[in-house]
């Protein structure tokens, strides 16, 4: 039986990742910090809280990375724990470039030095993408990260490569777009407008409040991403692979199809701040722009060409925008019945 370490593996990633590895046979261990209340909705909701051994971790913690890699004696380590929320980054640029960035060469140095035959994925992003040097964008184009999440996310991809090419080691990273989920975390922009608009459905008469309403994203379903991930760690060589849709939608655009799921007839109106929706049936009052959920530097643009990985791993996004809002829409309405 094959052993799997997920760091991260109470966020949405994780939880999906732990599942699809149980459901492949393997031995499914995971990492969890130290906090008042341990936290596991996520395993709960699918399931499998008892299947995962769940070892106490965190990134920032050398000796404890170490020692986990030598008690656990893992073959397969999926890097999936970070200060994920850009936003957040710009409050917390030196948490974040330790987190997201310096804890992947702990992670890789230790395992060179006592697992060097465990293969290891990095959870890269196309938030290195930023500001777009190429439309769409591929493993081959040119990096311009916009925050310090997107730059500490460039030094452990670009360590993972380095690594790979020093070590000889088996070491991939996935470079991928946006994918939500309904175990989404309840700031992101999806699950943001997802909760408020059923609790709108449900009753309520709060507008949800959103900065840049012309960002544009290429969305795609968590639990089809984490099969991508698996897919890297059974190649023979490792490699870089971009998971994307191929499909870019604003987050008005996003908005409707949530909206429309929920039975709203949306009406838009404004510009900028002055930007407003509402909900034609009811009356309802449903979106204004807030400046406040503007950021320093904006990314306005992103669009994967998933083709190497389809070509080379079989991989391929089975959800689209229209099904994964409908369903992130449904649940957080069917949550509050
Ligand atoms: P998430 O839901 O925010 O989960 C992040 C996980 O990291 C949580 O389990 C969190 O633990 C853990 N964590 C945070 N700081 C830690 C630390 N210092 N030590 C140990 N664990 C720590 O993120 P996600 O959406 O699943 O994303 C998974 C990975 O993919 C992240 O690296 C993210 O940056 C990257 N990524 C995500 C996307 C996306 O669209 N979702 C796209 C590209 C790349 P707590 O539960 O205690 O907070
Ligand atoms: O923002 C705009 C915001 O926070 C998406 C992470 O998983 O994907 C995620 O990062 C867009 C941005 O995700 C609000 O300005 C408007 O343009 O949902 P988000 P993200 O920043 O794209 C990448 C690939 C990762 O790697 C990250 O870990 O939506 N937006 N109004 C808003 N965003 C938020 N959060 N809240 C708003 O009110």
Redesign the pocket.
């Known amino acids: 039986m094959k052993k799997a370490f997920v ?9 999906y990742l732990a599942k699809l590895l149980l459901e492949e046979g393997y031995e499914v261990h995971g ?3 130290r ?1 008042s209340q341990p ?1 596991t909705t ?1 395993l709960d909701i699918l399931g499998i809280t008892d299947d995962v051994t769940l070892h106490e ?4 913690e050398q000796n404890n990375i170490y020692r986990v890699i030598r008690d656990v004696e893992m073959d397969e380590f999926y ?7 850009v936003g957040a980054s710009w409050e917390l640029p030196i948490y974040t470039a330790d ?2 960035g310096m ?1 992947v060469v702990r992670i890789l140095d230790t395992l060179r030095t006592i697992r060097p035959d465990c293969r290891f994925y990095q ?5 290195m993408f930023g500001l777009v040097q190429e439309v769409p964008q591929s493993e081959t184009t040119r990096l311009y990260p916009r925050s310090p ?1 997107g730059v500490a ?1 460039v030094y452990g991809h670009y360590i993972t490569m380095n690594y790979r090419e020093s070590f000889d080691m088996h070491a991939s990273s ?7 989920s309904p ?3 309840k700031e ?1 922009v999806t699950r943001k407008i997802t909760l408020g608009l059923a609790a709108l459905a449900r009753g309520g008469d709060k507008p949800i409040e959103l900065g840049n309403m012309d960002a544009k994203r290429d ?1 795609g379903y ?1 639990a089809d ?1 984490v099969k991508g991930m698996w897919l890297m760690l059974q190649q023979d060589k490792a490699d870089d692979y971009v998971l994307a849709t191929g499909v870019t939608t604003t987050i008005r655009d996003f908005f409707t199809f949530a909206g429309e799921a929920l039975g709203m007839d949306l009406e838009w109106s404004g510009e900028a701040e002055a930007e407003t929706a509402t909900d034609r049936k009811s009356g309802k009052l449903v979106m204004k722009v807030n400046p406040k959920f503007y950021r320093p530097a904006e990314v306005e643009l992103l669009i994967g060409d998933p083709s190497k990985a389809e070509k080379s791993l079989g991989w391929k996004a089975d959800v689209d925008i229209r099904g994964l809002a409908t369903m992130m829409a449904k649940s957080d309405y069917d949550a509050l019945a």
């Open positions: 760091t991260g593996v109470t966020g949405q990633d994780g939880a990492g969890v910090r906090i936290e996520r971790f965190d990134l920032t890097n999936l724990a970070a200060q994920s929320f987190v997201d804890a959870a890269s992003t196309s938030e999440y996310k996935g470079i991928l777009f946006n994918h939500e175990l989404r975390g992101f969305w968590a991403y």
